[in-house]
């Protein structure tokens, strides 16, 4: 058993987390690039925390320009051991009201113009991603929105759109047709990185809107995300502290963890060697084996 190191992922704000102890940012370079910003580390109690601003301090980066190869590299090279990933969504469902927690645990990725695997050719892998998140780290994270005032549905499905324009109506509606709970454009191919790197994964959808579908509110526009997401934010800061607080004792493993064993498909002899000097980090554990 191991202890918890706990990455954060997500928007401008959440970085004023009270509590955190040590607090020092820290440049970290990976063979993929540069990630999104520095990592912001600390601790709170006995849990390390990382955190990593998804778009940059001043949010610089649109979704579709993301190194999201980089950004879990950077986490798994920290040691992180678990990803919990704050963003906000646009709902595709009357029940699911702005400043609603929803705690999705699975995708449709509608994404095009990102790359969306650390392997490729010279060494292939295929993960398995019937179950996209961590159904403990979700459980957990659920928990701790709700202590700290959000109101939280557990379970969802998250559409993963390219951006960075908003859905038209049609759209919306279509994605409503597919059984989609909520929409955002960053949660993929992150969430599919973070497997490939043996990292569970939890995502919470924070509400601001109601995308382009319904009739009874305006379009969603940025100046009415911004007002809710400020309202978010608080209790999501607030949520990564009892998260925090509540991981208590030695982290016990997850199936996750040990993913990639029987996922590589390249016989040993064909690998290439840059490819797997590249991921010394992200599948070193297996690769050195």
Known sequence: MTNWVLGIVGGSGLYEIEGLKNRRWVKID???????????MGEIGAVKLVFLP???RGHRIPPSDLNFRANIDA?????????VSLSAVGSLREALNPGTFVIADQFIDRTFARVKSFFGQGLVAHVSM?????????????AAARAAGARVIEGGTYLAMEGPQFSTKAESELYRSWGCDIIGMTNMPEAKLAREAE???????????YDGWHEEFAPVEVANILAVLLENSSKARDAVQYLATGLTGPRTPSPIDTCLEGAIITAPEARDPALIA???AVAGRVLRG
């Open 54 to 56: 998804r778009h940059g």
């Open 199 to 209: 990292l569970p994964y939890a995502s919470v959808g924070m509400i601001t809107d």
């Open 75 to 83: 986490l798994k090279r920290v040691g992180c051991t678990d990803i």
């Open 130 to 142: 019937a179950h996209p998140t961590c159904p403990r780290l979700s459980s957990l994270a659920a």
């Open 278 to 280: 590249k991921l010394d």
């Open 30 to 40: 990976t063979p993929w690039g540069d990630p999104s910003d520095e990592l912001l």
